[in-house]
């Protein structure tokens, strides 16, 4: 009988220490047991760390070697993936996760490095990166998802009504994780898949860091409003979190 090898899938959480997830799982799988590999697409004109449409273009393809998906897709894209996979993710505080994207955004955009983080916010980039996103990526289905793809459009960017039966949704998926972690409890969250799969992650590293700096509480109160909803899913998390411990 031919063993199924155990797959991954970790709902990369913008912001939220994905990158640095992601580099330390290089120090357990080869690179081609990852998705997205170098061969998926070029990280720019491709996206394929984004695109739902490119990983399920290259999903038969390269399914009988990867181990591991990683990227911005929402926890439902998993259905359209003909194999069973653990799910894990790490959850932030979204007024902070939200500022740490700002400053994300201006360290790699040469024209706006000068811009103020609250010009940032109103003029730069589309509210959908910022507003409720991680209720957004727990909460849609897999038939938005499949939409999206077939339009060729992100599915991380589709705009929907976050309504309080969404943010159920998303609570009751983050419950379903296999494994749960928060970005300011990192550590724990590395220590429990080697403890569980016996993997060696190695230590720490920091990747897509920026420095934190001084906000007006002006801007934390805007972006506090517009992330009611991921506050809600943020305390229920950090309650599933504990309960679990």
């Known amino acids: 009988m031919t063993r199924v090898p155990r797959r991954f899938f970790f709902v990369h959480v913008q912001k939220a220490a994905g990158t640095e997830v992601r580099e330390r799982l290089k120090r357990q799988f080869a690179p081609a047991q990852l998705y997205p590999d170098t061969t998926d697409g070029d990280l720019f004109a491709v996206a394929p760390q984004v695109s739902v449409a490119q990983l399920l273009a290259r999903w038969p393809e390269r399914k009988d070697e990867i181990r591991v998906v990683t990227g911005h897709f929402p926890y439902a894209t998993t259905e359209l993936l003909d194999a069973e996979f653990v799910t894990m993710s790490v959850l932030r ?117 920026t420095p934190a700096e001084d906000v007006s509480r002006a801007l934390r109160a805007r972006i506090a409003a517009d992330n009611a909803l991921d506050a809600e899913l943020w305390a229920h998390a950090r309650d599933v979190y504990r309960m679990r411990r």
Request: aromatic share 8%; charged share 30%.
């Open 93 to 209: 505080e979204p007024v902070e996760r939200v500022l740490s994207h700002l400053r994300h955004h201006r360290k790699l955009t040469p024209d706006a490095r000068d811009r103020s983080l609250d010009q940032l916010y109103d003029e730069v980039l589309p509210p959908e990166f910022f507003h409720n996103h991680m209720v957004k990526l727990f909460s849609l289905t897999a038939g938005e998802v499949a939409e999206s793809a077939a339009l060729d459009r992100w599915a991380v960017l589709k705009v929907v009504d976050l309504t309080p039966e969404r943010l159920a949704t998303a609570k009751a998926n983050v419950e379903q994780l296999d494994v749960l972690g928060l970005q300011d409890d990192l550590e724990e969250f590395c220590a429990e898949l080697s403890a569980r799969f016996g993997w060696d992650l190695g230590a720490p590293l920091y990747a897509n860091r």
